[in-house]
């Protein structure tokens, strides 16, 4: 087996750090490379969970609109003019919805947060 330090495999594990930037992650306490990536993978969750949220509710409050609309046009006979009204107000409601989550204020201005 050849120990020269320059013909070091990926596959295998590391005992000591082998650069200034390793050896000082490894050193700090708890900011390990596992714990940087959970840290940025808590924080991208976080940032996204909202916008997510409402995107997901301003799809359903718009499909809902719609059923609603159908399920109108054929008690009443008003073929398409419910369907298209309830689609319409499931997509306000739902942008509405939408952008007050996002930024809040941005359309009440009760809404708005004192900072």
Same mark, same amino acid.
């Given at each position: ?31 390990g490379?596992?714990e ?7 924080? !991208?969750?976080? &940032?996204?969970?909202?916008? *997510?949220g409402?995107?997901? +509710?301003? #799809?359903?409050?718009? =499909?809902?609109? %719609? ?15 419910l369907?298209?009204?309830?689609? !319409?107000?499931? &997509?306000?409601f739902?942008? *509405?919805?939408?952008?007050? +989550?996002? #930024?809040?204020?941005? =359309?009440?201005? %009760? ?5």
């Amino acid at each position: 087996m050849n120990a020269d330090p320059s013909d070091k495999r990926l596959d295998e594990p590391r005992d000591e750090p082998s650069d200034e930037h390793d050896r000082a992650a490894s050193e700090a306490p708890g900011h390990g490379v596992d714990e940087r990536l959970d840290d940025l993978n808590r924080n !991208l969750r976080e &940032a996204a969970h909202p916008g *997510i949220g409402a995107g997901m +509710t301003f #799809a359903v409050v718009a =499909l809902l609109g %719609a059923g609603a609309g159908y399920w109108l046009d054929g008690r009443f006979g008003t073929t398409p003019w419910l369907v298209i009204a309830g689609t !319409l107000f499931g &997509a306000v409601f739902g942008f *509405i919805h939408l952008v007050e +989550t996002i #930024a809040p204020g941005t =359309l009440f201005k %009760a809404r708005r947060t004192r900072r």
